[in-house]
């Protein structure tokens, strides 16, 4: 069974806007991984948060973690169009051998 | 570098035919991975190898075999395909270490079982 599960599973948006993704997981974790996916591409990793952070930022994302609550969330401020894509979160097994990805949020900015 | 290679892209195959996908990855990972991703459910893992020689199952692990005979490569059959097989399939990789690291993916292949 999936750990984490993505939440809207759908968003649309204009661009300049921020776009809010949140992320529940069942068991306790190390860390915790939101990764990007483009039509027809592979995924690609944006951003590792530890379960000793709270909060996390690279560029325009910002992501954070509430470990009592099991959760996460992933802000993009001042969205563009280019930002149009699926985006996961992903928690590691119990043996820490594989990542274990939602089903998704997908976000489409509009102009 | 060219990554994380996934072979062939694009594939048609008959209901109970056999096939293979390879995946290559030339960043000397210890840990390789085959996904599935289908609409609406977001990708599951299918089986993983830790190292040459190693494979264990994942969430989805039956109608499919692997193979982890040189580091570089992780293979993944289909011995009778279904129409259920019809996915698109990713490979990805990452160093060794438990619980941690980030996973480089292949492009994806796409498999149709008619």
């Known amino acids: 069974s999936q750990q984490g599960e993505e939440d809207p599973q759908a968003l649309s948006i204009q661009e300049g806007e921020n776009a809010t993704m949140n992320c529940s997981y069942k068991?306790?974790?190390?860390?915790l991984q939101w990764y990007r996916q483009n039509s027809g591409r592979g995924l690609v990793h944006l951003i590792l948060?530890?379960?000793?952070?709270r909060e996390k930022h690279s560029g325009r994302l910002r992501v954070t973690l509430d470990t009592s609550k099991k959760s996460s969330s992933l802000l993009i401020t001042a969205s563009r169009a280019a930002d149009t894509a699926s985006y996961f979160c992903a928690t590691f097994n119990q043996a820490g051998t594989a990542l274990i990805f939602g089903k998704g949020t997908t976000l489409s900015v509009s102009s | 570098n060219a990554g994380v290679t996934q072979t062939p892209k694009f594939r048609v195959l008959k209901t109970g035919q056999s096939m293979t996908l390879l995946c290559a990855q030339d960043?000397?990972?210890?840990?390789m991975y085959w996904y599935r991703q289908d609409p609406g459910m977001g990708l599951r893992l299918i089986h993983y190898?830790?190292?040459?020689?190693t494979t264990a199952k994942g969430e989805v692990p039956d109608g499919y075999n692997v193979s982890r005979l040189k580091k570089q490569n992780f293979l993944l059959g289909l011995e009778s395909a279904a129409p259920s097989q019809t996915s698109v399939y990713f490979c990805?990789?990452?160093?060794?270490?438990w619980g941690t690291g980030e996973l480089f993916f292949g492009e994806g292949s796409r498999l149709t079982v008619l």
């Open positions: 948060i530890r379960s000793n952070e």
């Open positions: 068991t306790s974790i190390n860390n």
């Open positions: 990805a990789s990452r160093y060794k270490g």
């Open positions: 960043m000397n990972h210890e840990y």
């Open positions: 190898s830790v190292g040459e020689g």
